[in-house]
């Protein structure tokens, strides 16, 4: 009996192409599985909405008047505070003085004392005579009394002071 080996030539190369391109597809599809696995694309969550912390120190400036927030029982400033000081700085050295008003409230928590609504406004005065404001256009007002109706609350009110300026 003989065996023809010629027959069996071009099955034999279409089912080897065949097997070579799908060796190729799933060595590819492996390829770029682990690929992507190891370069995951940077994915920034979106921005989360602001939000008004009645106990994070803050700085705002509104109709003028630089509103400084602080934590409860606490005299540091927040950052920028001499940035937000800018405008009173320009007022200060065309004539005005710079008015720092302390408030305090009754019902602010054993953390908020005298003493510590007294710092805040030295602490103010400290940053406007960094930015040189001389003394005497610094005026200071403490423990100016809250209302019940603020737009932060009335803890905010109590640990903030203002800046303006005045005539």
């Given amino acids: 009996m003989s065996f023809s080996h010629d027959e069996d030539g071009p099955q034999r190369l279409a089912l080897g192409l065949v097997a070579l391109v799908v060796l190729l597809v799933v060595a590819s599809v492996v390829a770029a599985g682990v690929f992507h696995a190891r370069h995951k694309p940077v994915r920034r969550a979106p921005a989360?909405?602001?939000s008004v912390s009645s106990d994070a120190a803050r700085v705002a400036i509104e109709d003028g008047i630089v509103k400084f927030y602080f934590a409860p029982g606490s005299s540091a400033l927040?950052?920028?505070a001499e940035q937000a000081l800018a405008n009173v700085v320009k007022g200060v050295t065309v004539g005005r003085r710079?008015?720092?008003l302390g408030y305090a409230?009754?019902?602010i928590g054993p953390l908020d004392t005298s003493s510590v609504d007294a710092l805040r406004v030295v602490n103010v005065r400290e940053v406007l005579?960094?930015?040189g404001l001389p003394e005497d256009k610094i005026e200071l007002r403490g423990r100016v009394s809250?209302?019940?109706t603020t737009p932060f609350g009335k803890a905010d009110a109590a640990n903030r002071v203002d800046v303006m300026l005045v005539d």
Avoid: F, K, Q
């Fill in 98 to 100: 710079a008015l720092v």
């Fill in 48 to 50: 989360a909405p602001a």
């Fill in 129 to 131: 005579r960094g930015l």
């Fill in 146 to 148: 809250t209302t019940p």
């Fill in 105 to 107: 409230g009754a019902s």
């Fill in 78 to 80: 927040a950052p920028g």
